[in-house]
């Protein structure tokens, strides 16, 4: 949680180092997006791959995120969560999901002189947080031996790890503003994610694993982003 609230900190004080100006109080843009990213977990796969009860993992989510933007002088500074979610296999019986959440703060500059079109190389920090859960295939279990039986009650659950990454992250975006309302823009972004180092995954509780298997992040994303004013600021 402490990592979180410096993520958030971190953010805001990009933004107010990027908006200091004693003639400027504009509020940042607020910023929608919707994308997918690219992620293999090569060393979870790998183990799971040995137990055949069980589906690997996808190696791309969908994702979709809710941030701010502020451009002054030139210079950008951008933040948000992200939320990214997959599924492998039949969702009925024998299935996998990986799904995470992200907190990002990233500062760039506009390289274009213009009005109506932003292109911004941007770098920043993260924090991504991992949930991989794997389903058994249940299908041959009979409805009342689950109600009778505890064992069985625990023999249908599924299987979760959890692992987390601090990260780096290097990018770019562009964005076009609407020529009738100029508060909104519509824009893309692409971008890299890498953690510093690998991390075990450990159990649904965040405890440590004997012999737990290791992956590092190497994220490669993109999403269509839309910016617009906060209703009060139109």
Do not use: C
């Not at 009979?142 to 009650?153: E, G, I, K, M, R």
Request: proline share 3%; glycine share 10%.
């Amino acid at each position: 949680m402490k990592m979180i609230i410096s993520f958030f900190l971190l953010g805001i004080t990009l933004s107010a180092a990027a908006q200091h100006d004693g003639k400027s109080k504009e509020m940042p843009f607020i910023t929608r997006s919707v994308g997918v990213s690219f992620q293999k977990f090569d060393g979870l796969n790998s183990r799971v791959a040995n137990f055949p009860q069980f589906e690997t993992l996808r190696d791309y989510t969908a994702t979709i995120g809710l941030g701010w933007l502020k451009e002054r002088k030139r210079v950008v500074s951008a933040g948000g969560l992200n939320l990214g979610s997959s599924m492998s296999g039949d969702r009925d019986k024998k299935s996998s999901t990986i799904r995470y959440f992200g907190l990002n703060a990233d500062i760039g500059y506009d390289v274009l002189k213009s009005e109506k079109v932003m292109l911004y190389p941007m770098v920043g920090l993260g924090y991504q947080g991992y949930q991989a859960i794997f389903y058994k295939d249940n299908s041959a279990v009979l409805f009342n031996d689950v109600l009778q039986s505890p064992t069985v009650q625990n023999n249908i659950r599924s299987v979760r790890f959890n692992n987390s990454f601090l990260l780096y992250r290097l990018g770019f975006g562009v964005s076009f503003k609407s020529a009738k309302h100029p508060e909104n823009s519509i824009g893309l972004q692409a971008g890299y994610a890498g953690s510093f180092k690998k991390r075990m995954w450990r159990s649904n509780e965040n405890q440590l694993l004997g012999n737990a298997p290791e992956d590092k992040l190497s994220q490669f994303n993109v999403g269509i982003v839309l910016t617009g004013k906060p209703h009060g600021m139109k």
